[in-house]
């Protein structure tokens, strides 16, 4: 049995690598030339918990080979991105693209999966686009070479996702039962969690429902860390004491929200239903609004020395990562790099150069020691493993942002 999956990014490149070790014949497709040739050297281009070791294995064996083309098989899975455009409007481009360029390639029998979070509706636009490139097919049930089709959402959580791919519960949208029946077929392969069946449309729902869920907790979180500033109250000590409640579960202030998913998902249901979605659009703009008020808060700190060295503890989107995409951490520092005129300093312990917004601006990236050691203003953005093992003594007589609550 074979599978093409197109896009190795975090989600594409793991599932993939999963796939093969079943034993499944996995041509993976990427447009990033410079991401294939590493992978068929054996090594991610992305930073994934013991993807490196699996990788290397499937590769080895020839089970997993990746390629810029797509090619025949059994079963597809598209797994690119979905940002969005201006004006928070889903932007489905790169699956459409996706889907034509797979057309070429299906053939009766086939199943094709749509594994991207997409707005409601998105899995039927694939069917149409593919049917647009191939009159002779019809997805089952209708006249024509029958295929099946399925979205089949996936729900890991970056730096755990090789363990998250196996155990998590599963949910799968078929646009027929027998469609989201053979979509199980396929999962089964290698899920431990159970797979849920439904049609395409709840499948798509309930992954945004999922993101958008989390979102407003921690938009609560973080109107709470503000109103708590107002007030003269510690929010750390605030929320520990509220969640002693048996059912009560705040969670954790922070710069904002970042990453591919939590930060755009909870837009696509605003964007389908405007009217209605009202408590999801005010936590992302809550939520959106969080580094604006770190932002402040560092000025006012700065301005009462005379030249001060800051240090920026954490780039990316959230603890123990390398991904810097949509990260508040690395919006806050860039705005304040181009803005302050004092010594600045980025700690970044998972990557190895600052990043194309940071490049050229009067900050330099160094390591936690001589960050800690040179910094007068701490602003702590990530809650990385290294800061939190910093000895509190290091710490000592410097001046303290701390958006995370990890050095009370
Ligand atoms: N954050 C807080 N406070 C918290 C928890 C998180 O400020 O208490 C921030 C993080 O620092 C980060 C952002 O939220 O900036 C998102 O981080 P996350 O760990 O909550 O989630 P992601 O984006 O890494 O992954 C989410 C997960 N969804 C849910 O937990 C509902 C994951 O299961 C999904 O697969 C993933 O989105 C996705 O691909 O949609």
């Known amino acids: 049995?074979?599978?093409?999956?197109?896009?190795?990014?975090?989600?594409?490149?793991?599932?993939?690598?999963?796939?093969?070790?079943?034993?499944?014949?996995?041509?993976?497709?990427?447009?990033?030339?410079?991401?294939?040739?590493?992978?068929?050297?054996?090594?991610?281009?992305?930073?994934?918990?013991?993807?490196?070791?699996?990788?290397?294995?499937?590769?080895?064996?020839?089970?997993?080979?990746?390629?810029?083309?797509?090619?025949?098989?059994?079963?597809?899975?598209?797994?690119?991105?979905?940002?969005?455009?201006?004006?928070?409007?889903?932007?489905?481009?790169?699956?459409?693209?996706?889907?034509?360029?797979?057309?070429?390639?299906?053939?009766?029998?086939?199943?094709?999966?749509?594994?991207?979070?997409?707005?409601?509706?998105?899995?039927?636009?694939?069917?149409?686009?593919?049917?647009?490139?191939?009159?002779?097919?019809?997805?089952?049930?209708?006249?024509?070479?029958?295929?099946?089709?399925?979205?089949?959402?996936?729900?890991?959580?970056?730096g755990r996702v090789l363990i998250e791919l196996v155990q998590n519960d599963r949910i799968i949208?078929?646009?027929?039962?027998?469609?989201?029946?053979?979509?199980?077929?396929?999962?089964?392969?290698?899920?431990?969690?159970?797979?849920?069946?439904?049609n395409a449309r709840t499948a798509e729902m309930a992954k945004l429902s999922e993101n958008a869920f989390r979102d407003v907790n921690i938009a609560f979180a973080n109107e709470l860390s503000i109103i708590a500033d107002k007030l003269d109250i510690d929010v750390w000590e605030l929320i520990a004491l509220a969640n002693k409640h048996p059912r009560v579960n705040i969670l954790q202030p922070g710069p904002g929200v970042g990453g591919h998913c939590i930060a755009v998902d909870p837009w696509f249901i605003v964007d389908a239903v405007p009217n209605e979605a009202r408590l999801i659009r005010t936590a992302r703009e809550v939520n959106d609004s969080k580094p604006l008020v770190i932002i402040d808060k560092v000025k006012r700190a700065v301005s009462r020395f005379k030249s001060p060295t800051v240090a920026f503890m954490g780039l990316a989107f959230k603890a123990d990562i390398d991904d810097l995409r949509s990260s508040p951490a690395l919006d806050i520092t860039v705005q304040l790099a181009g803005e302050l005129d004092c010594t600045m300093l980025a700690v970044e312990p998972n990557i190895?150069?600052?990043?194309?917004?940071?490049?050229?601006?009067?900050?330099?990236?160094?390591?936690?020691?001589?960050?800690?050691?040179?910094?007068?203003?701490?602003?702590?953005?990530?809650?990385?493993?290294?800061?939190?093992?910093?000895?509190?003594?290091?710490?000592?007589?410097?001046i303290i942002i701390d958006t995370r609550g990890i050095w009370g």
């Open 352 to 398: 190895s150069e600052l990043p194309a917004s940071l490049a050229g601006l009067p900050i330099t990236l160094t390591d936690t020691l001589e960050a800690v050691e040179r910094a007068d203003i701490l602003v702590l953005l990530v809650d990385h493993k290294p800061f939190k093992r910093l000895p509190p003594n290091k710490r000592a007589e410097k």
């Open 173 to 198: 949208g078929g646009i027929t039962d027998e469609c989201a029946e053979r979509a199980q077929a396929l999962y089964e392969l290698f899920v431990n969690g159970d797979c849920y069946l439904t």
């Open 1 to 158: 049995k074979s599978l093409c999956v197109i896009g190795l990014g975090y989600i594409g490149l793991p599932t993939a690598a999963v796939f093969a070790k079943t034993g499944l014949k996995v041509t993976g497709v990427d447009v990033s030339e410079k991401a294939v040739k590493s992978i068929n050297s054996g090594k991610a281009h992305i930073v994934e918990v013991d993807l490196d070791g699996l990788l290397q294995g499937v590769v080895a064996n020839g089970s997993l080979k990746a390629q810029t083309v797509p090619a025949e098989a059994d079963a597809f899975i598209i797994a690119v991105p979905t940002p969005f455009m201006d004006g928070h409007v889903p932007d489905l481009t790169y699956v459409e693209a996706a889907t034509r360029s797979i057309a070429p390639f299906v053939r009766e029998g086939n199943l094709i999966v749509l594994e991207s979070t997409i707005p409601p509706g998105a899995t039927d636009k694939m069917v149409a686009w593919l049917e647009e490139e191939r009159p002779d097919l019809a997805v089952a049930g209708g006249a024509g070479k029958a295929y099946f089709a399925a979205h089949c959402p996936e729900r890991v959580l970056p």
